[in-house]
């Protein structure tokens, strides 16, 4: 599975930015996909994550305010951000596991997470 991310950007604080995530190699009918992010200084968190069955979750920071998709047919995964934060500036990566634990995706935790991208910038200006 080969995952690379783009989209990243500068943007000024209330702006919007959408994430993109190409996928290959993802041969399986079960499996859970997540966007993470990364800060100076800080641990990992998990911002949203799918199921192949379409089960949807999201970070507490970022509900309502980001959105995360996946077109099977196009094989990409999206992340779109808007009324962006400054607290929102980290490195985005997404990632996949292929071999799942639904409540681990439910809770878009990091844990089990096989495969990861490069990631991409995002700086949010206030």
């Known amino acids: 599975v080969h995952l690379v991310e783009s989209g990243g950007d500068s943007v000024q604080a209330g702006g919007s930015l959408r994430l993109t995530c190409a996928l290959s190699?993802?041969?399986?009918?079960?499996?859970?996909m997540g966007w993470f992010r990364q800060a100076p200084g800080q641990e990992r968190e998990g911002v949203a994550s799918?199921?192949?069955?379409?089960?949807?979750s999201y970070g507490d920071s970022v509900k309502g305010r980001f959105t995360i998709t996946l077109d099977k047919e196009k094989n990409t995964l999206y992340l779109q951000m808007d009324n962006l934060k400054p607290d929102d500036t980290a490195r985005y990566y997404c990632?996949?596991?292929?071999?799942?634990?639904?409540?681990?995706?439910?809770?878009?935790?990091?844990?089990?997470?096989?495969?990861w991208g490069e990631g991409t910038q995002v700086t949010v200006s206030s």
């Open positions: 190699g993802l041969k399986r009918d079960n499996y859970c």
């Open positions: 799918i199921l192949s069955d379409g089960k949807i």
């Open positions: 990632a996949a596991d292929v071999d799942p634990v639904v409540s681990w995706c439910y809770r878009v935790l990091d844990v089990g997470m096989d495969y």
